[in-house]
């Protein structure tokens, strides 16, 4: 019923403006001599005089068509009889635009008399949205389908493309794995659907992908998000916890666009647990029975100490135009962040590359590829175990610890004598050993500042599809994609001493190798035709997939010198 509205709407306006536009000559004439001077300010400006006539497609005249040079304020309309003058050299580029109407631009070049005719863009006054294999009208898609536009995106600050639609759709839960810079994240569609893996499918410019980390967001032109049986049916058992569908920019028709958008902050922690001082972690002791003293002074608070101002800067920068048959755009990113807690060593760097063509070969063939390249390289300190986390050793460790020793205490000396290596900072400091908790729990600074666990991401998204429209109404799509994804994780554990529990006097250096590849080829074919008010659409295709995943782990220890 809304599209007979709007037919109707459009019908009637076209009635009225042609049987209107004997009685609106006039008026019209006497506007026109009257706007005459501030149309001439708008017109000013060196070239030529162009004039034409603007229809729509029955080649009725369109009065009132916003006609502008782009990427100018100058500009005029088109009068009662749907024709226009205005003064333009040869490299600008006129932009026809009326509401109800798909807009056009023309390059000027040697023309002078430039007549067009604009077509009905009923597609615009009803918002679209992206489903398996194609775009519907939202008003007639029953589904539950929820639309993430590229403006909400943009306006985040984070760098993962999961941070930035948390709270944005019902239904969507996004869980940190950690709060470490470019740690992985869980997204859940409709809470958790199964007891195994309950991640969604994404898919990103029609190419299966297992996570979209290497995506910036700032490359996203729409994301829609399927969350129920109906909308991600198609896509069979993969789609069983939801589907994340997501669409790249592309170009558009015209001279070449560069943008560059540049961003830093500084984050910290919204909240610092209070910790007890010197003073009340020995009262807390006296009352649980225990004698402790605090001869030397101290009153460290180790959280302080593991935490700071961590800055982030990110940069993103896009080439984008087209002339009339192939469109292009080239974009490039780059993210840095560090930790606030670990500053630099837990720090995540993130270089990524697109590159996106469309060519309309015929007026019935189209093809395309969307390529999307991307590096990451991420520190990592140990925050998953019960005594080695950095956090967790902060949480126990007592305040009467320094974070380094003056010098060479007797505890250490005795050590020394023993052969034990410990752990010292750039300036030939020891890190201090506990003076009052025992066990595994250990200084957090040591650690956090002699933790060498890295990873490397490479990752290659590609996909080259081809579109043929013989006649009206049917389509025929054939894509292959390919996926590439290289992690190289390496960690080296240095020799260190600050209990018998927690000990290390060999050195270990650990390498896992993870890659996998995915090659997709679909063929589909969709017909869409209406009857009176109802529309049907039919769609029918098959998907070919390989999929490799081979990893390798090697671990090598180098004994201290005298061992055996």
Not at 72 to 83: E, M, P, Q, V
């Amino acid at each position: 019923m809304k599209k007979n509205r709007v037919y109707y709407a459009l019908d009637r306006l076209k009635k009225v403006r042609r049987t209107g536009i004997k009685l609106l000559t006039s008026f019209a004439t006497m506007l026109i001599i009257s706007l005459a001077t501030s149309v001439a300010v708008f017109a000013q400006g060196s070239g030529r005089m162009i004039s034409g006539t603007v229809t729509d497609a029955q080649g009725s005249p369109l009065p009132g068509v916003n006609v502008v040079i782009q990427g100018t304020l100058k500009g005029t309309i088109s009068n009662a009889d749907g024709t226009y003058q205005i003064e333009a050299s040869p490299s600008d580029v006129l932009e026809f635009s009326f509401v109800g109407y798909a807009a056009q631009s023309v390059t000027v070049g040697n023309q002078s008399v430039i007549n067009v005719a604009l077509e009905e863009f009923v597609q615009g006054m009803d918002e679209v949205v992206v489903i398996g294999y194609g775009v519907q009208r939202k008003s007639v898609v029953t589904a539950a389908i929820s639309s993430v536009d590229a403006e909400t995106l943009e306006r985040s600050s984070l760098g993962r493309v999961e941070h930035a639609i948390q709270g944005k759709s019902a239904g969507i839960s996004v869980l940190p794995v950690s709060g470490s810079p470019g740690a992985g994240v869980k997204v859940r569609i409709r809470g958790t659907g199964s007891n195994g893996k309950s991640d969604p499918l994404y898919i990103v410019d029609g190419m299966k992908t297992g996570s979209i980390n290497d995506i910036n967001p700032n490359d996203i032109a729409s994301m829609e998000i399927l969350k129920d049986a109906a909308s991600a049916a198609i896509y069979g058992t993969e789609g069983a916890n939801g589907v994340v569908l997501i669409t790249t920019k592309s170009g558009s028709k015209g001279a070449a666009k560069v943008n560059y958008d540049f961003s830093y902050g500084i984050q910290n922690l919204s909240t610092n647990m209070e910790l007890m001082n010197a003073a009340q972690y020995k009262q807390f002791m006296t009352e649980a029975g225990l004698t402790i003293n605090n001869n030397e002074g101290y009153d460290t608070d180790w959280l302080d100490e593991i935490s700071q101002s961590a800055p982030m800067q990110r940069h993103n920068l896009s080439v984008s135009g087209g002339g009339e048959k192939t469109t292009y755009m080239v974009a490039g990113s780059y993210l840095y962040q560090e930790g606030a807690i670990g500053g630099s060593n837990a720090g995540f760097e993130r270089y990524t590359f697109r590159v996106n063509t469309k060519s309309d070969v015929k007026s019935w063939l189209e093809v395309g590829n969307n390529l999307n390249f991307s590096h990451s390289s991420r520190n990592m300190l140990p925050e998953d175990d019960e005594y080695r986390s950095v956090v967790n050793s902060a949480l126990l460790m007592d305040p009467f610890t320094p974070v380094f020793e003056k010098g060479v205490t007797p505890a250490i000396q005795d050590e020394l004598d023993k052969g034990t290596i410990f752990l010292k900072n750039k300036k030939g400091q020891y890190y201090a050993l506990n003076r009052f908790v025992s066990g595994e729990t250990a200084n957090p600074v040591a650690f956090m500042e002699n933790t060498h666990n890295k990873e490397l991401v490479d990752k290659l998204l590609a996909s080259f599809y081809g579109t043929i429209k013989p006649f009206e109404g049917f389509s025929f799509t054939s894509r292959v994609g390919l996926e590439l994804n290289y992690v190289t994780r390496k960690s080296w554990s240095p020799k260190y001493y600050f209990s018998v529990e927690r000990s290390n006097q060999i050195n270990i250096v650990e390498d896992w190798i993870d890659k996998y590849s995915n090659v997709l080829w679909e063929n589909f074919a969709s017909y869409n035709t209406s009857v009176k008010d109802h529309e049907f659409t039919v769609l029918a295709g098959m998907s070919f997939e390989d999929y490799k995943h081979p990893n390798y782990y090697l671990k090598s220890q180098m004994p201290k010198e005298g061992d055996a």
